[in-house]
């Protein structure tokens, strides 16, 4: 059963509250704290990411630097420059946009979105903020000689290769799969697994392809999410950190040392991201800066002045 985290006070009153579940790993990967049910599969949704693209990493992708793997990593705003990344990646692997197969989109960010609109611009697959996924995938089909029409199909040998990995790196057994909004299979892992994924991400000797894909998202935290985007706030204020948020209130990172966390909100509120990461990272002893202290307690604007706060739900981490 899920336990409260997040709660949001205005005017003194206790407004709603965001419930859900979390794990939190030690350095040793045992479990420090678990609210709620972690030891369940819940769909990891974009948390998934970085596993992956450690799939395609060990199936022959060859990204050209950190950047280029980053944006196979990115849930992107669709901003120019993570939109001209994505295309230099089908370029240069021989695909335009049209071999994309996620679903035609509106860019994630809202700047970006507001300026495709105001200029008459329509939804179009690169725009998708998984584009820079399927283009590294369809890379990654090109590299086996593996069809790279229908590479969304779970039967299609680079999803399995997917499931494979995820497979390995979470230690769990294989189960039903879904179909996250891009199209793709999403395999679903428990919380507990999904936090010790990622230390084995931050904790994997250098040069491995493990390595690789936490020293990408730390390198380039802005191009695998975008300006002002919560994993970029938290990456740029906790040194070390590794994180990748999800759809529907799903996030997962590890500190250097494999300190790590994974969580479910139950509703998917976004609030309650920042606020309840943060009241982690105080808890796996990461240390507290005025500017943390302002992220983990936005205020609630009533008339233009605070009237409230979001915050994590003292007492509970």
């Known amino acids: 059963m899920s336990v409260e985290l997040v709660e949001v006070v205005r005017s003194g009153f206790r407004?709603?509250?965001?419930?859900?579940?979390?794990?939190?790993?030690?350095?040793?990967?045992?479990?420090?704290?678990?609210?709620?049910?972690?030891?369940?599969?819940?769909?990891?949704?974009?948390?998934?990411?970085?596993?992956?693209?450690?799939?395609?990493?060990?199936?022959?992708?060859?990204?050209?630097?950190?950047?280029?793997?980053?944006?196979?990593?990115?849930?992107?705003?669709g901003e120019p420059d993570q939109v001209a990344a994505v295309r230099r990646l089908l370029e240069r692997n021989g695909r335009t946009e049209n071999d994309l197969e996620c679903p035609p989109d509106l860019p994630l960010g809202e700047l970006p979105r507001a300026l495709l609109l105001a200029a008459g611009g329509k939804p179009s697959r690169i725009l998708m903020n998984c584009s820079g996924k399927h283009a590294a995938m369809l890379a990654t089909c090109a590299a086996n000689a593996w069809p790279t029409r229908g590479y969304l199909d779970p039967a299609h040998p680079l999803q399995q290769a997917v499931v494979e990995t995820i497979a390995d790196v979470t230690g769990e057994p294989e189960t039903d799969l879904g179909i996250d909004g891009c199209g793709l299979p999403i395999v679903p892992v428990s919380l507990v697994n999904l936090a010790r994924a990622f230390a084995t991400l931050v904790t994997a000797a250098p040069h491995t392809p493990e390595r690789r894909v936490a020293q990408a998202i730390r390198a380039h935290p802005r191009v695998i999410s975008g300006t002002d985007a919560p994993d970029l706030l938290l990456m740029s204020e906790t040194p070390g950190l590794v994180c990748k948020i999800g759809a529907d209130g799903v996030h997962a990172g590890a500190l250097p040392d494999g300190r790590a966390f994974a969580y479910k909100v139950d509703d998917g509120a976004e609030r309650a991201r920042i606020p309840l990461t943060l009241a982690i990272l105080r808890r796996l002893g990461v240390p507290w800066t005025d500017r943390l202290a302002e992220l983990a307690a936005p205020p609630i604007l009533g008339g233009g002045a605070r009237v409230g706060v979001i915050r994590a739900v003292p007492g509970v981490l």
């Open 15 to 77: 407004e709603c509250v965001h419930r859900g579940s979390v794990v939190l790993l030690g350095a040793d990967g045992e479990i420090r704290l678990e609210l709620g049910e972690v030891h369940g599969p819940i769909f990891p949704r974009s948390t998934n990411k970085p596993l992956q693209a450690l799939a395609l990493l060990r199936n022959g992708f060859t990204p050209a630097d950190d950047a280029e793997l980053a944006i196979a990593i990115a849930s992107h705003y």
